[in-house]
């Protein structure tokens, strides 16, 4: 009896610790049709049911966008949740695939009250009963009028080594609708680790924004303070984010604690007057490593980062990443 208790104390704790973090809403990467970044806006979206067409056919298919519910529904109130989740997503109009009605198993016993079931040898009741389910679909598009914005997205970046006054092509890395690496085709398979571990490691769109199944974070007064990335095997986390914000609540600081290490790794970041980021530093036992410096252009562009490292003092530049911008051209 004592057994079972201590078990179940120790699992409580577990899952309030897990409930303290919250997991990002599902982002459904494997619906897009395209990786062309469309930010979310106050427009009305508009709606073409079976059978009808926009009458602008320049556009881009960017993704499908579906909606579920249970029980008794409105056709209409899909169709608007549709919408509202295209509007979300940037999307101009939605183009009505079909609706598709089918019947599933419910259980409304909590993970908890299984486990302790389980534990406890007690038999599993068997309380489930069936609910009707309605599902509709649509693909989102985006006028190509409407992509006026493009040129002001990253495309893809390239990482150069710099290695006696040259500069070496490593790797060409694509990027999603998200800011998010999508693909990285590396010149040689021995560049793997040096994208990964000097660049890819410290990115602020890696430490701040990505998002998946994995992924967890922590919000105190609207600011996420705290992120984690989970194993894929369930083993734990792999990384452990703790950030700190300036007076204009931006990301000054963040502690990045990984299994491994001892000690976490410190990075900071410096912010110029329009808010871009200038420079970050990354320390590992109160010593600084690397150093990362940004170039910005006349118009704001973020045109290529600086990859230094810092040994016994002297600053040695090793890397630079070069960005390329869409080009409305290419979608013609």
């Known amino acids: 009896m004592k057994t079972f208790f201590s078990s179940v104390l120790l699992l409580s704790v577990l899952l309030v610790q897990t409930a303290c973090m919250r997991a990002y809403e599902p982002i459904a990467s494997s619906d897009r049709l395209s990786s062309l970044p469309t930010p979310g806006h106050s427009q009305e979206v508009e709606v073409f049911f079976p059978g009808e067409r926009p009458t602008d056919t320049a556009y881009v298919k960017i993704a499908v966008v579906e909606e579920k519910a249970e029980g008794e529904v409105a056709y209409a109130k899909l169709v608007e949740q549709l919408r509202n989740k295209a509007q979300k997503q940037g999307l101009d109009a939605i183009l009505i695939l079909g609706k598709t009605q089918g019947t599933q198993l419910k259980n409304d016993a909590t993970l908890f009250e299984v486990i302790l079931e389980i534990a406890s040898g007690d038999e599993i009741k068997d309380n489930y009963y069936s609910v009707t389910t309605h599902e509709l679909s649509a693909v989102g598009i985006k006028y190509k009028r409407n992509l006026q914005y493009l040129p002001q997205y990253v495309q893809s970046k390239r990482l150069y080594a710099l290695e006696q006054g040259q500069e070496l092509l490593l790797a060409t890395v694509a990027v999603d609708h998200l800011g998010q690496d999508q693909k990285v085709t590396y010149q040689n398979v021995n560049d793997t680790p040096t994208y990964q571990g000097f660049v890819h490691r410290y ?16 919000e105190e007064n609207g600011l996420v303070v705290r992120r984690k990335l989970m194993s894929l095997d369930g083993s734990g986390p792999i990384k452990n ?9 931006l990301p000054e600081k963040l502690e990045i604690r990984h299994p ?22 990354i320390y590992r036992n109160k010593q600084l490593v690397l150093q990362e410096t940004n170039t910005y252009d006349a118009a704001g562009k973020l045109v290529s980062t600086l990859h230094e490292k810092v040994q016994h003092g002297a600053v040695l530049p090793f890397l630079k990443t070069v960005y390329d911008y869409y080009n409305l051209l290419s979608l013609n």
Do not use: C, F, R
């Open 260 to 281: 491994v290490m001892a000690q976490p790794e410190i990075l900071t970041i410096t912010y110029n007057a329009q808010g871009q980021v200038t420079q970050k530093l």
């Open 241 to 249: 984010i703790k950030i700190s914000y300036n007076a204009a609540q």
């Open 203 to 218: 990115s602020l769109d890696h430490l701040l924004k990505e998002q998946g199944p994995k992924w967890h974070y922590l």
